[in-house]
Structure formats: structure tokens, C-alpha cells
């Protein structure tokens, strides 16, 4: 009897494994397709593809998971914000993060980690949405960690996101150009080894007021629509440096 229960214990845990595989990747996919697709400078309709999106996904979890229709909408964001995480940090191969479905239910935010010299760990919320029943991520702060991954697209699922500041670390790639739909006030990616152009798209970020590149590896121009945004305040894009190899 009790090998049976072990053996229905463990099946059923495997099923459950299988489930969350499939809904992470086929719930990350969706979003991240979400992104690529929305138009920059339509807010109306994008805000409309994201309920659309975000209602279907909570939709399929449910049923993935076998839960009623009445299941709290709240806990299945929080969850699809979980992923949203899980899949930035992992591609800025950023072990200072332990993201969970508690994570951001505070307004503090969650893994704020102080370090001497301008080396930070820190995510911020906002809790105040729907009478203060739903957070959203704000500000996402990884400084001087020697992160050593690529820049992800996925940052344009936080939609509410004013600042990022990735400065000094060795991030590669290019910047994404699913950046301009975020609405963001701040992006520091100031000492990493980000190459290729900086994204036209960039100059769509209406509420941007300071915008810090240099010391990195980028080329061309600057684009030139980064002129028309009234509410730049600090444009820093100094001259490209070449890091040594070792």
C-alpha cells in the first residue's frame, strides 16, 4: 500500500512538473510575441492586445491547472509576472534575484541588496493599482554585478516600467528595440560591452528624461527622432571603448 502511495504521489508530482513546463514556455512565448508585434505609438489598441493577451493566458492556466473560472485573476498575474522575471533575470545570468509569486506584493519591492560602490540589487513596486490590490514592477535596478548576459526583450511585458539601469556590468548583444513601447523615465545601460545601433525606436519613449549609454560599444549615429523628446533632460553617449579580451 504504501509503494502505491509513493508511486501515485510521485506521478501525480511529475504531472504537475510537465504542466509548468508547458505553461511557463507557452505563456513566455505568447507574451514575448505580444511585444514584438504591438505598435509603438498606438497606446490604445496596445493596451487593448495586452488585456486581450493576459485574459487568454489566465484563461489557459486555469485550465491547465484545473481551476475554476472563479479563481483569483489577481494570484494568475502575479504568477505571469513571476515568468516575466524568471526569464529576464535568466537571460542577464543575474543570480541575485529569487523571484516568487510573493515577490513585488509590497511596496518596497523585493531582493533590494546594498553593496559598497555603486554595486545595487533591487526591484521597486507599485502597489497602488485597482484600489491597491495589484503591483506592478516600476524600477529595476542591477548595477556593478558582472552580469554577463544578453539585454531582454522581455523587459516591454512590465508594463508599467519607468526606470532600468544596468550600468557597469558586461552585458552584450544590442539594445532591443521593444524597448520604445515602454513608457520608461530612466535607462542606464552606462559601462557594458552592448553593441551594433542605438534603435530608432528609443526616440518613441515620450517620457524619457535620461537616457545614459557611454562606454560601450555602439555605432552609427544617434537617432535623430531622440531630438523631438521634450523631456530629455541627459543624453550621455560618449565615444565607443574597446574592451580588452583576456
Known amino acids: 500500500m504504501m509503494e502505491f502511495f509513493l508511486a501515485k504521489r510521485a506521478s501525480n508530482s511529475a504531472n504537475f512538473v510537465k504542466r509548468f513546463i508547458l505553461a511557463s514556455v507557452c505563456a513566455t512565448l505568447v507574451l ?98 485597482n484600489s491597491s490590490t495589484v503591483c506592478h514592477v516600476t524600477n529595476i535596478q542591477l548595477k556593478g554585478l558582472n552580469l554577463t548576459g544578453s539585454l531582454p526583450a522581455e523587459f516591454a511585458n512590465l508594463s508599467h516600467l519607468q526606470e532600468i539601469d544596468l550600468s557597469r556590468n558586461y552585458l552584450n548583444g544590442s539594445i532591443p528595440a521593444e524597448f520604445g513601447q515602454l513608457r520608461l523615465v530612466k535607462l542606464s545601460l552606462l559601462g557594458n560591452r552592448l553593441g551594433g545601433t542605438i534603435p530608432e525606436e528609443i ?38 571603448t574597446k574592451h580588452c579580451s583576456q
Open 32 to 129: 514575448t510575441s505580444a511585444a514584438q508585434l504591438l505598435p509603438e505609438d498606438e497606446d490604445a489598441l496596445r493596451k487593448e492586445i495586452y488585456t486581450g493577451v493576459e485574459s487568454t493566458i489566465i484563461w489557459w492556466l486555469n485550465h491547465i491547472f484545473g481551476r475554476d473560472d472563479n479563481a483569483d485573476p489577481c494570484m494568475l498575474r502575479a504568477w505571469l509576472r513571476v515568468l516575466v522575471l524568471q526569464t529576464i533575470s535568466s537571460k542577464l545570468q543575474n543570480k541575485y534575484w529569487n523571484v516568487n509569486q510573493s515577490s513585488c506584493i509590497g511596496a518596497n519591492g523585493f531582493n533590494l541588496t546594498f553593496w559598497p560602490d555603486e554595486i545595487y540589487s533591487g526591484v521597486n513596486c507599485d502597489c497602488s493599482f
Open 203 to 240: 526616440g518613441d519613449i515620450t517620457t524619457l528624461e535620461e537616457l545614459v549609454l557611454e562606454d560601450n560599444l555602439l555605432e552609427g549615429n544617434l537617432p535623430a527622432n531622440l531630438g523631438s523628446l521634450s523631456n530629455l533632460g541627459r543624453l550621455i553617449r560618449s565615444k565607443a
